[in-house]
């Protein structure tokens, strides 16, 4: 295992990498007609600029290290850092829409869809403080999620308003962010365990039903932070319904992300069926980031895991290999010239480089999994035709070379 | 200062980003179309896989560390690396033709076009020993470099036909790896200085010439290692010639290149005009790369940058921006219906969410440099229309709405 990626990575493989910039394209090409800008972050950052945001103590779980004039860095561990690093320091016409899909690195401990290096899709708003920013991220979500075929929900909260429920519970301020975490995990619990470990700070076990308050009505108005989470809700289930996505949401107070950053709405996505990959995306409002970094805007954004996507895609795959090899039989000169024809021709196409015999290539044909085989044999290349074989059918024709590339662009024989 | 990338280091912002996209999907398509299949090995991979290809040195010059659990691990500093390492473990169908498109790490002093965090193109072909491999990588990288209208030429040496010259001079065996950097650096500097700078190893003043070598037929046969290096470089033009890229290769003997590894075929293209570039692309022949990972079979293969690659692509600047920003007056809700519409039909659609005036909405269509204002005035809408205003000549027409999208992605107006 020596020559291994380290413990906790890997390779993308030729089908996943296929499958993965499937998926890129599909969500580069969406976030763009939203009028979303791609950029890059440096992967590696100052350790103090993923501190600012994070505190010290995140330094267990990335990957920090000094590098040769004695300077501290660090693998960014999101991209939401790098991203809105770039915009405090910069003077793009606000609102800011910006994109990343890339790749990241945590010190977790390694389990299923779960590596210490991954990628994410996430897609973020600088400069709006109206809730139609949230409800724009939300329905570009959507659009994503269904660009897929897949059924889920988006199940939205407010960091306010929860708040202003624990507080009015009698949950001290510095408890919030413990309860906090006790509540994140309450779709991993039931009831009961979640009762018992709330009971360390309340003994209101409404706060255990969080998770089952279905309207906002049901709330009553007892502090400002309540008031004021209620009316972002209100404005952001508005703003979906001018976006035609308020279907796909509902209000769950049960969500409430790991991360400290969020300052008020906040939202998973799930995928029905698919829960034990976890949330497929997760965002919402960090109004005090950019500030740490010198230039406060209020800012909103959401991220989603590659590899979990993919994972709930069980159907996709695209083809990764070439749709043709060119087999020659005795001139591999002509074969060379037809396959440069065809690759000219944008369709994807092999020859056997090692010159192999009949069988050998044919045989490389079906370990490539390409659809067709051209057969370049002297008797046809006379006539100014080769074969062509279907590999999966066996069904053979005759074709005009210069009719082939043509011919294989429409698929339109066999 | 503080919250800026690292020494060396960069972001890469909306243009050139949109700049890196437009490049690495024309790199995909085209190298698809030969049959490469794309893979990503890790980022960061154990120092030790590192380092058997490049020798503990290499510390210096990479961002090595170790691991929370005392792993001594390295971020990558070229996609050889890994490519080799992932197809010595695995067993793709022979000939293996991958390529990677990816960034890489290395210590190095920041200068002009060169960062420590850079991108390249990778695509290699292990498993096959014949010269047509070396001839389909330089068909494709001129195919990638035509792709962009470039003017280049590969400049093709041998690292064995170079040894036996040196060798047959008189240079020990042992001297050769560092006269071999000595002509490596010999474009850079005039012939007086070369020879002066060779005298140490050889006072035949012929080493200094090896780049006025034009034809192969001006080199005796004087040792096994000119015969076979010969030999290759004859098999490579007779293959360049079928794949019709003779024309753009000559025979430059000076060109060495600076890694260890290669055994036999070096080539580089230069853009014409650009040399202060440096070479735009670079690869070779490394048969006994994979033998270091437990597998060995011959493998040969290119790389070339992205930066370079942007830098000499001066005139290209593909639109990062919307196309279109609909402008509203009174309805808000009627215009975000618009922009929706639009970003359906994969028109790159933005709305102010900060829902400001109407100047100020026009400013940030100038700000964002949009081509076109979709203008939702309250007398239109009723007639089922909006105004389009092409935002470079300032001319207007009244559009309806249901037309507006396939107007715009034909462009038929204006």
């Given at each position: 295992m020596k020559f291994q990626p380290p413990r906790g990575m890997r390779d993308i493989e030729p089908d996943e990498m296929a499958k993965q910039e499937f998926v890129c394209n599909r969500i580069k090409d969406i976030l763009q007609s939203y009028g979303f800008q791609l950029v890059e972050p440096t992967a590696l950052e100052n350790f103090e600029t993923l501190a600012a945001k994070a505190?010290?103590?995140?330094e267990k779980e990335i990957y920090a290290f000094r590098d040769k004039s004695n300077r501290k860095i660090a693998l960014r561990f999101d991209l939401t850092v790098g991203l809105a690093r770039m915009v405090a320091s910069s003077n793009y016409p606000r609102p800011v829409k910006l994109a990343c899909i890339s790749n990241m690195w945590r010190y977790d401990r390694p389990q299923f869809a779960r590596y210490r290096e991954f990628w994410q899709w996430d897609i973020e708003i600088f400069g709006c403080s109206g809730e139609e920013a949230d409800a724009e991220i939300i329905a570009l979500t959507c659009d994503i999620l269904d660009s897929f075929g897949l059924k889920y929900e988006i199940k939205i909260s407010n960091r306010k308003l929860v708040e202003g429920i624990l507080l009015d519970s009698g949950i001290k301020q510095k408890e919030i962010l413990p309860v906090l975490r006790i509540i994140d995990k309450s779709s991993k619990v039931d009831e009961k365990t979640l009762v018992k470990e709330l009971k360390k700070y309340t003994n209101k076990a409404d706060i255990a039903k969080l998770g089952k308050i279905k309207s906002l009505d049901e709330i009553g108005s007892k502090n400002e932070l309540i008031v004021k989470g209620r009316e972002e809700l209100k404005n952001l289930f508005s703003a979906l319904k001018n976006y035609g996505r308020a279907d796909k949401c509902i209000i769950d107070l049960?969500?409430?992300?790991?991360?400290?950053?969020?300052?008020g709405i906040v939202y998973e996505a799930w995928v029905k069926g698919e829960?034990?990959?976890?949330?497929i995306a997760g965002g919402g409002r960090?109004?005090?980031?950019?500030g740490l970094y010198g230039n406060p805007m209020p800012a909103t954004g959401v991220a989603g895991g590659i590899e979990r996507l993919m994972l709930s895609l069980k159907t996709i795959q695209p083809d990764?290999?070439?749709?043709v090899l060119v087999v020659y039989i005795k001139d591999f000169e002509k074969a060379m010239e037809i396959v440069q024809e065809l690759r000219k021709n944008d369709i994807s196409a092999s020859i056997d480089l090692n010159k192999r015999s009949l069988s050998k290539q044919l045989d490389y044909a079906n370990r490539l999994s390409v659809k067709f085989a051209v057969i370049a044999g002297p008797e046809e290349l006379k006539k100014g035709r080769v074969r062509l074989r279907n590999m999966k059918s066996g069904e053979e024709k005759e074709v005009e070379i210069n009719k082939l590339a043509v011919a294989l662009q429409k698929n339109s024989f066999m």
């Open positions: 505190g010290p103590a995140i049960s969500i409430v992300r790991g991360f400290d950053y969020y300052t829960e034990k990959i976890g949330a960090f109004d005090d980031l950019t990764k290999n070439p749709k």
